[in-house]
């Protein structure tokens, strides 16, 4: 009876394989390990992870795909394959749906607080790029035709977030998993959040 149970284990872990593959973290500059060194690290679940996964969206090769119900953002890759990376979205009184492509990117950018955070939180100011700023490593700029949405794709200080309704609108990835994906994206590439 063991010997069944071992095999059964065995073959889901076998088929899960194919399903999900680990994707190597990205290299880093000194500048990045160094901002990155300073935020503290968080548990993760497994289930927000970066891996390659098996996709059947009938979205183009290069699009990014936000499902902002499971918490998960998918980088479509050729071959019905994507990179899936797990995100904090906007809490329910601030997320933001719809088609945007990406018309900027930056490293350590700056951040601005809108005028609505500035009205709920007082305390809140416009600060450097650094790894004390909200937008943490990488953010990627969602526009609507030539008008900016004010929503990002950006790294956090907060990495506890990750897998929750827990920003003001932008899409929060871990900073590692940020570079990643800045590192795969141009501008001009699709964004679709749903």
């Known amino acids: 009876m063991q010997l069944l149970r071992f095999l059964a284990v065995i073959t889901v872990s076998l088929g899960l394989a194919g399903c999900f593959q680990s994707v190597p973290d990205p290299e880093v500059s000194a500048r990045d390990a160094q901002f990155m060194a300073l935020v503290p690290d ?17 979205e183009e090769p290069g699009t990014v795909v936000v499902d902002t119900r499971s918490r ?27 088609t945007a492509r990406i018309a ?9 607080p809108t ?18 700023n909200p937008m943490g ?33 932008c899409i929060r990835m871990r900073n590692i998993d940020v570079i990643d994906l800045y590192n795969r994206v141009q501008v001009g590439a699709r964004v679709v959040v749903r």
């Open 137 to 169: 490593a990488r953010a990627l700029y969602l526009y609507e035709g030539n008008r900016d949405t004010l929503y990002r794709i950006h790294g956090t200080n907060e990495p506890e977030s990750i897998g929750r309704a827990a920003s003001s609108g």
């Open 115 to 132: 005028q609505s955070m500035r009205e709920r939180w007082p305390h809140v100011r416009s600060m450097q790029g650094g790894p004390m």
């Open 72 to 98: 998960l953002l998918y980088l479509v890759l050729e071959e019905n394959k994507a990179i899936r990376y797990g995100v904090a979205v906007g809490d329910e009184a601030y997320g933001w749906t719809g």
């Open 42 to 58: 968080s548990p993760l679940e497994p289930k927000f992870q970066r891996y390659k996964v098996d996709y059947r969206g009938t």
């Open 104 to 112: 900027r990117r930056a490293e350590w950018p700056s951040w601005n």
